[in-house]
C-alpha cells in the first residue's frame, strides 16, 4: 500500500507530531510504502491565487476553479500543486493529519486543498463522490482535539463530533471519490497524563493495522 500523510502543526514535538510519527513507523514496519507532506516545514502556501496558474487563460477577470481547470490540462499548474497532486495519485490511503482547530483544519491544510484539489484532476464534469477523480482510494482524519469526548458529543458543549467533521469527511474527501474511513482521534492530549498518551499512540497502532 502507498501511504501518504499530509501533516499540519508547527511544533515538530507536539502531540500531533508524535500521531504523525507514530503513522509513519507502523506503516513502514508494515511494509507498506510512506510520503509525508510536511505543510509547515514545507511553508507550503496556503493561498490559491493567480500564480497557482504559470498563463492565465483569463487576463481579465480571474476566477480561481475556471482557470485551474485550463491549467490542469494544459499542464500549466503551479509546480507544489503539481508535486502534491502526483502524490495523490500515487496513494492508495490518504491520512490528513492536523490539530482539530476552530472545529476545523488548520488553516495551512485548507489551502492545500483548495490549491490541490483542483477541477479537472479531483472533481468536475460530473465527476464527484463514486465517480470523483480519486475514486478508489482510502482517506481517514487523524487529529488531536483541545476538548474532551464527553464535550465532543451530541450532548456535550462542543456538539456531535461526527457533525463537526461531515464538511471535511463529506464535503471534501467524499466529493472527490475517496472512501473516508472512520477518523482516529487523540482526545485532549495536552490534559493527560504521559501513560494516558503512550496507550493513545498505542491505540492509533492497532487502528492502522486494520486497514487493508
Known amino acids: 500500500m502507498n ?9 515538530p514535538h507536539s502531540f500531533t507530531s508524535a500521531l504523525k510519527d507514530q503513522t509513519v513507523k507502523v506503516m513502514a514496519s508494515l511494509g507498506h510504502a510512506v510520503q509525508v507532506s510536511d505543510l ?6 496556503a493561498v490559491g491565487d493567480q500564480d497557482d496558474v504559470r498563463q492565465r487563460a483569463n487576463q481579465d477577470y480571474f476566477k480561481l476553479q475556471a482557470e485551474q481547470n485550463i491549467a490542469y490540462a494544459q499542464g500549466r499548474l503551479a509546480e ?3 508535486e502534491q497532486q502526483a502524490r495523490l495519485t500515487w496513494c492508495n490511503l490518504l491520512i490528513l493529519n492536523f490539530p482539530l482547530w476552530w472545529s476545523s483544519m488548520p488553516a495551512i491544510m485548507k489551502g492545500w486543498v ?3 484539489f483542483t477541477t479537472g484532476f479531483a472533481y468536475g464534469s460530473g ?3 463514486e465517480t470523483g477523480g480519486l475514486h478508489g482510494r482510502q482517506a481517514m482524519l487523524c487529529f488531536t482535539t483541545g476538548g474532551s469526548q464527553e464535550s465532543f458529543s451530541s450532548a456535550g458543549e462542543h456538539g456531535d463530533i461526527n457533525i463537526i467533521l461531515h464538511p471535511i469527511q463529506h464535503g471534501i474527501l467524499r466529493f472527490v471519490g475517496f472512501e473516508v474511513l472512520p477518523p482516529f482521534i487523540a482526545w485532549s492530549p495536552a490534559s493527560q497524563p504521559p501513560e494516558i498518551r503512550s496507550a493513545c499512540l498505542e491505540e492509533l497502532s492497532i487502528r492502522l493495522k486494520q486497514i487493508v
Open 3 to 11: 501511504v501518504l500523510i499530509i501533516h499540519a502543526h508547527p511544533e
Open 40 to 45: 509547515y516545514a514545507m511553508r507550503f502556501k
Open 80 to 82: 507544489d500543486i503539481l
Open 114 to 116: 483548495d490549491r490541490v
Open 127 to 129: 465527476r464527484r463522490y
